[in-house]
Antibody, heavy 121, light 108 residues
Framework: QVQLVQSGSELKKPGASVKVSCKTSGYTFINYAINWVRQAPGQGPEWMGWINTNTGNPTYAQGFTGRFVFSLDTSVSTAYLQISSLQAEDTAMYYC??????????????WGQGTQVTVSA | EIVLTQSPGTLSLSPGERATLSCRAS???????LAWYQQKPGQAPRLLIY???SRATGIPDRFSGSGFGTEFTLTISRLEPEDFAVYYCHQYASSPRTFGQGTKVEVK
């Protein structure tokens, strides 16, 4: 069965960096795009962008450029989200999610369990 | 950017009642690439409906979606205890993908 398993909660100081992993299994990794979604406390989900798992090409939503980097390690079917220069406003749950179909215009159906990133001095 | 506005913000209903949730888009959603998600506390969103009207695998038939263009609706025909949650509409037609602010369905 399809599974996306994310790395554990992180507590970081302002200015630090964090790297969240999303290990996938149960399907051919390079055939389905991975999206990243942020959800701040008490707020709705916010789409951060996606990465083409076949080419490695990332697309970032406005507001998630510069400090946010999507990457892959196809040898272990894992996607990564790295955030640098962390700020208190980055405190949120971060989800990876796999699209339903191997085409671009497809909703996310399989989700990781989420990784809580807390930024506090 | 397509802005999605959901109404009402909160829906107070009893088990067995019908729930009707609305989602209005600021511009037409191409090919009805509109989805509905359910989210419970501490859980990831769960895909219910995609392409405005198609139920995702394993979703009970009491959930149905309708609409096109800029007006979409999620209907829960008879609320079960496990249906009390927050529901989000989501458009994946154009970048950036966007979510509505959510409708909370709570027990009356």
């Amino acid at each position: 069965q399809v599974q996306l398993v994310q790395s554990g909660s992180e507590l970081k100081k302002p200015g630090a960096s964090v790297k969240v992993s999303c290990k996938t299994s149960g399907y051919t990794f390079i055939n389905y795009a991975i999206n990243w979604v942020r959800q701040a406390p008490g707020q709705g989900p916010e789409w951060m962008g996606w990465i083409n798992t076949n080419t490695g090409n990332p697309t970032y939503a406005q507001g998630f450029t510069g400090r946010f980097v999507f990457s892959l390690d196809t040898s272990v079917s894992t996607a990564y989200l790295q955030i640098s220069s962390l700020q208190a406003e980055d405190t949120a749950m971060y989800y990876c999610a796999r699209v339903l179909n191997p085409v671009t215009t497809s909703p996310c159906v399989y989700w990781g369990q989420g990784t809580q990133v807390t930024v506090s001095a | 950017e397509i802005v999605l506005t959901q109404s009402p913000g909160t829906l107070s209903l009893s088990p067995g009642e019908r729930a009707t949730l609305s989602c209005r888009a600021s511009q037409s959603v191409t090919a009805s690439y509109l989805a509905w998600y359910q989210q419970k506390p501490g859980q990831a969103p769960r895909l219910l409906i995609y392409s405005a009207t198609s139920r995702a695998t394993g979703i009970p038939d009491r959930f149905s979606g309708s609409g096109f263009g800029t007006e979409f609706t999620l209907t829960i025909s008879r609320l079960e205890p496990e249906d009390f949650a927050v529901y989000y509409c989501h458009q994946y037609a154009s970048s950036p993908r966007t979510f509505g602010q959510g409708t909370k369905v709570e027990v009356k």
